[in-house]
């Protein structure tokens, strides 16, 4: 079965970096992508950015370019989103999803378990 | 803010029919798919119904989706007490070329 298995959780203080990693199996990595979403605490869910397995190709919602990098690692079906300049309002769960393209138009199916991410002085 | 809007909060008893709402308000996504996903306390999204009105396999069949114009619904049927959980309706935005997501939508099982 699909599973997505996301990395544990992180305490940073403000100014650092994090990078949190999605391993995926049961299913054939390179052939969907793997997008990043987040959700601050009692918030809803906020995208973040998508990264194509297959070409490495990435897209980031405006609100994160400059401070977001996904990247991927083929060999070893893991996906990493790395969040630099880290900010008391960046705490939240983020997760990996894997998305797939019906018709025209991309979809989310499967979601990682989600990383708790705590920015803190 | 979201350019999908939905309803923060709705309920319903046992056994009862609910309806979730989700409006667009962008043209960058008028005409594009809904897809809605549930999300237990404490766990992560699951989905639920893609491409408007389909649903993955093992979503029991209490739960409907449906499209017109620049909204999208969500059905659920025979309520349960274990459907307490927040809904999120969800669409790819062609200008973002990535996903928005409604501001969610808390069902309470009374």
């Known amino acids: 079965q699909v599973h997505l298995m996301q990395s544990g959780g992180e305490v940073k203080k403000p100014g650092a970096s994090v990078k949190i990693s999605c391993k995926g199996s049961?299913?054939?990595?390179?052939?969907?992508?793997v997008t990043w979403v987040r959700q601050a605490p009692g918030q809803g869910l906020e995208w973040m950015g998508w990264?194509?397995?297959?070409?490495?190709?990435?897209r980031y919602a405006q609100k994160f370019q400059g401070r977001v990098t996904m990247t991927t690692d083929t060999s070893t079906n893991t996906v990493y989103m790395e969040l630099r300049s880290l900010r008391s309002d960046d705490t939240a769960v983020y997760y990996c999803?894997?998305?797939?393209?019906?018709?025209?138009?991309?979809?989310?199916?499967?979601w990682g378990q989600g990383t708790l991410v705590t920015v803190s002085s | 803010q979201s350019v999908l809007t939905q309803a923060p909060s709705a309920s319903g008893t046992p056994g009862q029919r609910v309806t979730i709402s989700c409006s667009e308000s962008?043209?960058?996504?008028?005409?594009?798919?809904v897809n809605w996903y549930q999300q237990l306390p404490g766990a992560a999204p699951k989905l639920l119904i893609y491409n408007n009105n389909q649903r993955p396999s093992g979503v029991p069949d209490r739960f409907s989706g449906s499209k017109s114009g620049t909204s999208a619904s969500l059905a659920i049927s025979g309520l349960q007490s274990e459907d307490e959980a927040d809904y999120y309706c969800?669409?790819?935005?062609?200008?973002?070329?990535?996903?928005?997501f409604g501001g969610g939508t808390k069902l309470t099982v009374l």
């Open positions: 999803a894997r998305y797939f393209l019906l018709g025209n138009y991309y979809n989310i199916d499967f």
């Open positions: 962008s043209s960058n996504i008028g005409g594009n798919t």
């Open positions: 049961g299913y054939t990595f390179t052939t969907y992508g």
């Open positions: 990264i194509s397995v297959h070409n490495g190709n990435t």
């Open positions: 969800a669409a790819w935005d062609d200008s973002l070329k990535g996903w928005v």
